[in-house]
């Protein structure tokens, strides 16, 4: 069974930066996704990662986040820079094959 755990959220101004984790257990080698949801909207895609480190961004967020997976701690990361207004939202890790979620960690952009 997939577990995927988040951490790292919090309070940033604009033009901050934070990175989240994604704690995962579980995983055969299934590829991760990071999504996010805002307020009153759908949640979205952001960013995923292959086993083997392909990587994909959605186009708000490409050129300022990246996502990595530390294997040897089987760690997902997601770095966020230049952070803006439009970021805040509830950031969820999600294993593909399995379609699990994890609970969410809160990301705020605000001055």
Partial sequence: QVQL???GG???PPGGSLRLSCAVSGNTGNAISWYRQAPGNQREYVAGISTVGNTGYSR???GRFTISWDNASNMVYLEMNNLKLEDTA???CHDIKSDSWGQGTQVTVSS
């Fill in 90 to 92: 509830v950031y969820y």
């Fill in 10 to 12: 919090g309070l940033v």
């Fill in 5 to 7: 755990v988040e951490s």
């Fill in 60 to 62: 708000p967020v490409k």
